[in-house]
């Protein structure tokens, strides 16, 4: 992970619930190329850091339609 904000506003109600992260993370196996914006699931914001590991998952949002997310592995 490369950089992270952490959202205190609900800005849409389908978000879910106050604070939770948006982290900037750089895919491996990419040289940096690829970089995906996503909610970062299993960490305080007090925990989140440059570098944290983190893995991927998906997240279903409807029965057709799942978003790929980030766990951190602290």
């Known amino acids: 992970m490369r950089s992270w904000v952490v ?11 106050v604070p939770y992260v948006l982290a900037e993370v750089v895919l491996d196996g990419t040289d940096g190329q690829v970089v995906l914006t996503t909610k970062l699931l299993g960490c305080r914001p007090g925990d989140v850091r440059i570098g944290l590991p983190v893995a991927a998952e998906f997240t279903p949002v409807s029965p057709e339609i799942a978003l790929p997310t980030m766990r951190g592995d602290n």
């Open 7 to 17: 959202v205190h506003r609900v800005l849409h109600p389908a978000l879910g619930k």
